[in-house]
């Protein structure tokens, strides 16, 4: 559990300056700051730095030390962040579907099921892509809308549950899948450990950093900078001499090297 002068500092990063309560509006503005303030990066694992998803460690590391993650370090302090203001709040292991050619990929991105004024909502501050803004009801076909995508759950007999998201002009894709088992903060370090260290991962060979703005979304892919406000989008070259300039004014963090 975080004191109450962590929440505040966590609050501080988060440019956040409401009042707490336990209101689905308070959930959903603490989402989309989190998603505009801390951004989802690799930048440890390209390095050979060994993650620790203790709570204590993913703090120090993103509020302290402003720095971002991915998702099984952002949705484990966002975790202990919700269960520290009183919330009911359980970690689910979800299958990552969209972009993906694998008909059923295996699970490897983290979760969150919150308990709101008698309903249950999927909250998630860990992707790179764009991705709900706002903690989504669970339930099936609801369509929910958070300014930049349509989004709605369908029930499998084999996945459980499966999210999809509709961008403008297109059609719904599947973008997770997951079921209601339980999971603790312990279960997720093996997969992590996998992404790390595996000749298969693509997160210890490609450099991945997003952050969202108010119209949109900057995104690093390796060398490619793709910055989209108000559904225009410009793609340009990143040179290594511009990447640490690039992350301080773009994604506000500091990395002092960067081997890859």
Same mark, same amino acid.
């Given at each position: 559990?975080?004191?109450?002068?962590?929440?505040?500092?966590?609050?501080?990063?988060?440019?956040?300056?409401? @009042?707490?309560?336990? !209101?689905?509006?308070?959930?959903?503005?603490?989402?989309?700051?989190?998603?505009?303030?801390?951004?989802? %990066?690799?930048?440890? +694992?390209?390095?050979?730095? /060994?993650?620790? =998803?203790? /709570?204590?460690? +993913?703090? @120090?590391?993103?509020?302290?030390?402003?720095?971002?993650?991915?998702?099984?370090? =952002? &949705?484990?302090?966002?975790?202990?962040?919700?269960?520290?203001?009183?919330?009911?709040?359980?970690?689910?292991?979800?299958?990552?579907?969209? &972009?993906?050619? %694998?008909? $059923?990929?295996?699970?490897?991105?983290? $979760?969150? #099921?919150?308990?709101?004024?008698?309903?249950?909502?999927?909250?998630?501050?860990?992707?790179?892509?764009?991705?709900?803004?706002? /903690?989504?009801?669970?339930?099936? &076909?609801?369509? @929910?809308?958070?300014?930049?995508?349509?989004?709605?759950?369908?029930?499998?007999?084999? =996945?459980?549950?499966?999210?999809?998201?509709?961008?403008?002009?297109? %059609?719904?894709?599947?973008?997770? !899948?997951?079921?209601?088992?339980?999971?603790?903060?312990?279960?997720? #370090?093996?997969? !992590?450990?996998?992404? %790390?260290?595996?000749?298969? !991962?693509?997160?210890?060979? &490609?450099?991945?950093?997003? $952050?969202?703005?108010?119209?949109?979304?900057?995104?690093?892919?390796?060398?490619?900078?793709?910055?989209?406000? #108000?559904? #225009?989008?410009? +793609?340009?070259?990143?040179?290594?001499?511009?990447?640490?300039?690039? =992350?301080?004014?773009?994604?506000?963090?500091?990395?002092? @090297? +960067?081997?890859?």
């Amino acid at each position: 559990m975080f004191s109450d002068i962590q929440i505040d500092a966590y609050f501080k990063r988060l440019n956040f300056k409401g @009042q707490v309560c336990s !209101s689905l509006e308070f959930l959903n503005e603490l989402q989309g700051l989190h998603y505009m303030y801390i951004p989802y %990066e690799n930048l440890d +694992i390209l390095n050979g730095l /060994a993650l620790s =998803l203790e /709570a204590e460690s +993913i703090y @120090q590391k993103i509020i302290c030390n402003h720095r971002g993650g991915y998702c099984f370090e =952002l &949705n484990g302090l966002y975790f202990e962040l919700l269960t520290s203001l009183g919330f009911e709040v359980t970690n689910h292991y979800a299958r990552f579907m969209l &972009n993906r050619t %694998e008909l $059923i990929p295996a699970r490897s991105h983290r $979760i969150l #099921k919150i308990r709101c004024n008698n309903c249950f909502y999927i909250v998630d501050v860990g992707v790179y892509s764009e991705s709900p803004r706002i /903690a989504l009801e669970l339930g099936e &076909n609801i369509v @929910q809308y958070d300014g930049f995508a349509w989004y709605k759950f369908e029930k499998s007999a084999d =996945l459980g549950w499966i999210l999809l998201q509709k961008r403008k002009n297109t %059609e719904w894709k599947r973008f997770y !899948s997951f079921t209601e088992g339980i999971y603790f903060p312990s279960d997720f #370090k093996q997969c !992590s450990f996998f992404y %790390e260290t595996s000749s298969e !991962s693509r997160f210890n060979k &490609n450099l991945l950093a997003a $952050i969202r703005t108010e119209n949109g979304h900057i995104a690093i892919k390796d060398t490619e900078l793709t910055i989209t406000e #108000k559904e #225009k989008t410009v +793609i340009s070259t990143l040179h290594k001499e511009e990447l640490s300039k690039t =992350l301080s004014e773009r994604f506000h963090i500091t990395f002092e @090297q +960067i081997t890859h």
